[in-house]
């Protein structure tokens, strides 16, 4: 039997300006790490999973759901069930358990491997990461970290970045969407400057991905759990790293912004206590920027707490001219 046809995604509404000539629309892109680990690692998670998928599901039902998820931890099967069933016609998944690298790398963590940590030489799991959307996704693409270049239990996993460029139906061009999940720090069960040199191999390595990859004609956005709460020196190399990226954190949180921020912060530098992020950068032709921030499965009314991560959801505006080229 032939398999079933993706549906014709609906285009989102457009805003024309005839006097300046010039449209605009949002996409909504919310990353999420769902907790989606497996025994023995973590118990019982198959119910609250569930209720995941099936809250996107009723909220793609009514038509308020993201348009884009980019999720990590999705590796149990509970975890994989629980979002094929959220609603998203078009799924990608992230580098695979054996699946090797094909860019130029090089360097490695010092020092004998920690055996008893899970530095083993062989990944139990892939990498987690997923990508759902209701546009189509036009490209995919996957490449796992270096070998050497995880810490501790994050070895057992085969940790790296992911793309998907999607089409929206009215709006030229694409958008380059990429998913990543660093090394853990306190987790990872090894010290810290070895998780934090793990970091800093893998921060290299996503940025010759980014480099590899994006095709420098469509805007781009970079999400996922970065793992750097509470180390701004090493938040302060990634945004050195993605230079011509701009952290949504610390754009909403400018003086200035227009950013309508719908979160609970605590200081004038929120990026740093969070895992979760998310970064643009417009292209010559499509400009993005972000018009709203928020939380999604963050404990508030309508939202319960279904993960040891709230969900990041992220509003962008974007624009381009309707002058016909010369």
Avoid at 97 to 119: D, H, M
């Amino acid at each position: 039997m032939a398999p079933a046809p993706l549906p014709v995604a609906s285009g989102p509404s457009i805003l024309v300006d005839r006097s300046q000539e010039r449209a605009s629309t949002t996409i909504d892109v919310l990353s999420f790490n769902v907790e989606g680990l497996a025994w023995p690692a973590r118990r019982g998670r198959a119910a609250s999973l569930a209720k995941i998928g099936s809250i996107l599901a009723d909220l793609n039902t009514r038509g308020t759901a993201p348009d884009v998820i980019l999720v990590q931890e999705m590796f149990s099967r509970a975890a994989v069930r629980a979002l094929s069933r959220a609603g998203y016609p078009y799924r990608v998944w992230g580098p695979g358990r054996t699946q090797r690298r094909t860019l130029v790398t090089s360097g490695r963590v010092r020092g004998p491997r920690r055996w008893g940590k899970g530095e083993t030489g062989f990944h139990l799991v892939g990498s987690g990461l997923a990508i759902l959307s209701r546009y189509p996704i036009v490209a995919a693409a996957s490449e796992p970290f270096g070998a050497t270049h995880c810490a501790g239990f994050d070895c057992l996993s085969n940790k790296g970045a992911q793309h998907a460029r999607i089409t929206i139906p009215g709006v030229p061009g694409g958008i380059d969407l990429f998913n990543t999940h660093l090394n853990s720090q306190a987790e990872s069960r090894v010290p810290a400057e070895r998780h934090g040199a793990a970091q800093a191999l893998q921060r290299a390595d996503l940025s010759s991905f980014l480099a590899a990859t994006a095709s420098g004609r469509d805007p781009v956005i970079v999400a996922g759990d970065f793992n750097m709460a509470g180390t701004p020196g090493r938040l302060m190399k990634l945004e050195q790293a993605l230079s011509r990226y701009t952290m949504v954190h610390r754009f909403c949180a400018a003086p200035a912004s227009t950013c309508d921020v719908q979160m609970s912060w605590d200081g004038d530098e929120p990026w740093v206590d969070t895992e979760d992020l998310q970064l643009f950068r417009s292209s010559s032709t499509l400009g993005i920027m972000p018009n709203r921030i928020e939380a999604m499965f963050d404990g508030t009314a309508g939202q319960p707490r279904l993960s040891d991560h709230d969900g990041l959801r992220v509003t962008y505006r974007l624009e381009w001219s309707t002058r016909s080229p010369s």
